[in-house]
């Protein structure tokens, strides 16, 4: 009978999909048995490989494209586009909640087994550090898509979704809250930071979980719980590692691109060469800049026949988890609801000076001197929009602070995500409920 965990032939039959040989003894027949780090680092970089590319997918769910119904995927995407989660047709591409749960698997096998069988050294707790870390990334992924956003209220009644930290197979697990979810996060983003060796990874490598990931994932996740001390002690200490920021004003490279100065990790393909093709910028978003001031808009869109293409992504270049641009606006937010609001604004604006013409950049900060702390809030969510745009950041940013009303017209239907609509929390897979009843 199927589980929700993964089954080891899944296992196995993923190593050969990412062409590791025949690296591993066979013991015994048809187990794979990793022993030294290099045989650990092999299993981490499949956990790596097939990360899902759910956040291409939440893009579908926001305001910021709509579909074109003339292309060849048009019927991939549309239940997506409509907040359907049951009772999908077959053609529909799902949220990938299987393959979270093979990356989880990896990451135990990893902690539960490398620590016994490896040997001694900085190579070993880099590993470990990195698959804690990814673990600790995989369950906040699952969290902010299955279950509800973090409320400290309510927090330990939440439904949210199965944690399992070992190799048991046949474990059908229920939901645990979303409060024991977070707990188990911060707990594998302690063990994380206590063996962690690596300040930065080498381009080329930087998919993996270094210093200043871990840090940048730590500011995250306190922006989400809302505690802002720890967030802001973070983001700078992230920033103490690279405070790097592209200025468009003589640099047109795009931000988010895995090899630029701003990347500091790029594992999430955020919006894939198929959805690129599928979709135009949503008016809303287009009409969110201010196209003659606002550097970005010429380098994140293409005017095509009264529509406007999305630059940012369609290829691996533009993997990006985590970038310097967000670890201000993470700053700027915590400064803010600390009752910093002087520092806050300072904060942003060193963002916007590297975004706007030297005009654009006087009118705003013009603009945001007078504003109070409300309306300063408002104009942070507003330029994270337009800064961080098929990203896979919009879907969680209105789960957390927004969950307003959106309207998406396919074939002629008009379907509508009404505001803080129970459709901001993805629905767990018929799939997965039916093999396990605790779902």
Not at 200 to 212: D, E, H, P, T, V
Not at 236 to 249: G, P
Not at 358 to 381: C, H, K, P, R, W
Not at 419 to 431: G, Q
Request: glycine share 2%.
């Amino acid at each position: 009978m199927k589980k929700i965990i993964i089954l080891l032939s899944v296992f196995a039959a993923s190593f050969v999909a990412v062409s590791c040989d025949s690296y591993l003894d066979i013991e015994p027949e048809g187990k794979i048995i990793p022993k030294t780090v290099d045989d650990y680092r092999k299993v981490l970089t499949t956990a790596y490989s097939i990360y899902p590319q759910h956040k291409s997918l939440t893009s579908l769910r926001t305001d910021e494209v709509f579909l074109d119904e003339e292309s060849v995927d048009f019927a991939s995407y549309r239940e997506v586009a409509m907040w359907k989660d049951t009772n999908l047709d077959q053609s529909t591409t799902p949220f990938q909640w299987q393959a979270f749960y093979e990356v989880i698997f990896y990451t135990n096998q990893i902690i539960n087994e490398g620590q016994g069988t490896m040997e001694t050294s900085s190579d070993k707790n880099q590993l470990l550090a990195e698959a804690y870390a990814l673990r600790a990334y995989a369950y906040f992924d699952l969290i902010n898509l299955y279950g509800k956003p973090y409320n400290v209220s309510t927090v330990d009644s939440d439904k949210g979704v199965p944690l399992n930290l070992s190799l048991d197979l046949e474990k059908t697990l229920a939901p645990s809250t979303v409060g024991e979810i977070y707990s188990q996060i911060h707990k594998d983003l302690e063990a994380s930071a206590s063996l962690m060796v690596l300040d930065q990874q080498a381009l080329g490598i930087n998919y993996r979980f270094s210093k200043i990931a871990l840090a940048s994932f730590n500011a995250k996740v306190d922006l989400y719980q809302q505690n802002w001390d720890s967030a802001l002690n973070n983001a700078n200490l992230a920033l103490s590692i690279n405070s790097n920021l592209i200025d468009l004003n003589s640099n047109k490279v795009l931000p988010n691109r895995y090899d630029s100065t701003e990347s500091i990790m790029a594992l999430d393909y955020n919006f894939t060469s198929a959805l690129q093709s599928s979709t135009f910028a949503s008016d809303e978003l287009i009409n969110s800049y201010d196209q003659e001031n606002d550097l970005r808009f010429s380098v994140y869109f293409e005017s095509n026949d009264n529509k406007y293409k999305i630059l940012k992504g369609g290829s691996s270049d533009f993997k990006s988890t985590f970038r310097t641009t967000e670890l201000y606006f993470i700053k700027a937010e915590a400064l803010l609801k600390l009752n910093r609001l002087d520092e806050a604004k300072s904060t942003l604006n060193s963002v916007l000076k590297n975004r706007y013409t030297t005009e654009g950049y006087n009118l705003i900060t013009t603009a945001v001197s007078s504003m109070n702390m409300d309306q300063f809030m408002s104009f942070i969510l507003d330029e994270r929009n337009r800064e961080f745009a098929l990203e896979g950041q919009r879907w969680f940013d209105l789960r957390r602070a927004n969950q307003k009303e959106i309207k998406h017209t396919l074939s002629g239907v008009e379907y509508i995500l009404q505001k803080n609509d129970v459709r901001y929390t993805i629905e767990i897979p018929t799939a997965a409920k039916l093999n396990n009843p605790n779902l």
